[in-house]
């Protein structure tokens, strides 16, 4: 059997649920994770991918890098949320922790 295309997601997933306030829940059918209540990092459980919120200078920055893409789903952006298609552990942990902060006030 194959793996879940999210697998990847809930594993990188462990560090930030160890967070104060920081529970699993589902955005948009998509897995996610928030912080008191707030969505700050999701995956697209279709394709694996990361989506996670940042400020906008944060985002805009990411996707001129090419590290990044515009998260557009059904042909609308949102200018607050990332989305990272690579599967790098590290990139990963530090940008989903990077959104905790970001969406509790932290940074």
């Keep these: 059997m194959s793996e879940q295309p999210d697998a990847f997601f809930h594993d990188v997933a462990v560090t930030a649920l160890s967070q ?3 529970e699993p829940g589902t955005m948009m059918g998509f897995p996610c994770l928030r912080v008191d209540g707030a969505f700050f990092a999701s995956c697209d459980h279709r394709t694996g991918d990361l989506i996670a919120k940042l400020p906008r200078p944060r985002v805009e920055e ?3 890098a090419g590290i990044g893409k ?3 789903p059904a042909g609308r952006t949102f200018r ?3 989305l990272v298609d690579d599967r790098d552990e590290a990139r990963w942990t ?3 922790d990077e959104a905790r902060q970001f969406v509790s006030g932290q940074q």
Excluded: H, K, S, T
Aim: hydrophobic share 65%; proline share 13%; no cysteine.
């Design 80 to 82: 607050e949320w990332v």
């Design 62 to 64: 990411l996707i001129d």
């Design 70 to 72: 515009p998260f557009a």
């Design 20 to 22: 104060p306030g920081v």
């Design 94 to 96: 530090a940008l989903i």
